[in-house]
Nanobody
Framework: QVRLVESGGGLVQPGGSLKLSCVGY????????MGWFRQGPGKEREFVAA??????FYGDAAKGRFIISRDNSKSTVYLEMNLLKPEDTALYLC??????????????????WGQGTQVTVSS
C-alpha cells in the first residue's frame, strides 16, 4: 500500500492557474499508473487525468487546460491546471492504480487514495 499526500490547492480567480502535487510514501512509486480525480459537492467522483510511465490521459474537462506529469525520483505526480473555471471547483484527489482489469478512467481501478486538496475557483 502507498500513502498519498496532496498539496497545492487553494482559492484562485477564474482564468488563473494552480499546480497540485501528490507525494507517494511506501510502495515503490514507479511502474504504477497514477491518476487525478475530482469530486464537487453532491457530485460523483470524476476522472481528471492519468499517467503511466510514458503516456498521459485526460478527461474532457481537462483537455487543453491541464497537464499531468510525474517525477519518479521524487515519488511525485503533478497536475498543472490553467485557465481555471468556477466549475473546476472541487476536492482533487490523487490515486494509485492497483487494478489493471478495467478502464484507467474508472475510480474502481485505483486502490490507494489521498485525502485530497481543495480547489476553489471564484472571483
Amino acid at each position: 500500500q502507498v500513502r498519498l499526500v496532496e498539496s497545492g490547492g487553494g482559492l484562485v480567480q477564474p482564468g488563473g492557474s494552480l499546480k497540485l502535487s501528490c507525494v507517494g510514501y511506501g510502495r515503490i512509486f514507479s511502474g504504477y499508473d497514477m491518476g487525478w480525480f475530482r469530486q464537487g459537492p453532491g457530485k460523483e467522483r470524476e476522472f481528471v487525468a492519468a499517467i503511466d510511465n510514458s503516456r498521459t490521459f485526460y478527461g474532457d474537462a481537462a483537455k487543453g487546460r491541464f497537464i499531468i506529469s510525474r517525477d519518479n525520483s521524487k515519488s511525485t505526480v503533478y497536475l498543472e491546471m490553467n485557465l481555471l473555471k468556477p466549475e473546476d471547483t472541487a476536492l482533487y484527489l490523487c490515486a494509485c492504480r492497483t487494478s489493471y482489469q478495467g478502464s484507467r478512467y474508472s475510480p474502481g481501478e485505483y486502490g490507494d487514495w489521498g485525502q485530497g486538496t481543495q480547489v476553489t475557483v471564484s472571483s
